[in-house]
């Protein structure tokens, strides 16, 4: 079974930085395209970055140029880093597959205010 822990979340002044770390624990994490989503109060879960296995990126436009997804594949992590963080970003965060068909972590809660 596949689990996920979450962290690095936290409160943070608008144009600030975090970097969310993901702990993935199964196997053969290297063959799978990983996500991170995100659920703001009273929104759906959305997938906000990808990385393939291959190491390709995607970002919603809403963060790109502000967020990086990267991913160690010896250590079964993925990371979100988060620059220029705006109060509309403050939501739960979550990674999983890229289709989300893993159970969900706990999240990691990030506040973007002043």
């Known amino acids: 079974q596949v689990h996920f822990v979450e962290s690095g979340g936290g409160l943070v002044q608008p144009g600030g930085s975090l970097r969310l770390s993901c702990v993935f624990s199964g196997t053969h994490f290297n063959l799978y395209d990983m996500a991170w989503f995100r659920r703001a109060p009273g929104q759906q879960r959305e997938s906000v970055a990808t990385?393939?296995?291959?190491?390709?990126?995607n970002y919603v436009d809403s963060v790109k140029g502000r967020f990086t997804i990267s991913r160690d594949n010896a250590k079964k992590m993925v990371y979100l880093q988060m620059n220029s963080l705006k109060p509309e970003d403050t939501a739960i965060y979550y990674c999983?597959?890229?289709?989300?068909?893993?159970?969900w972590g706990q999240g990691t809660q990030v506040t973007v205010s002043s």
């Open positions: 999983n597959h890229v289709q989300g068909f893993w159970s």
């Open positions: 990385i393939t296995r291959g190491a390709t990126t």
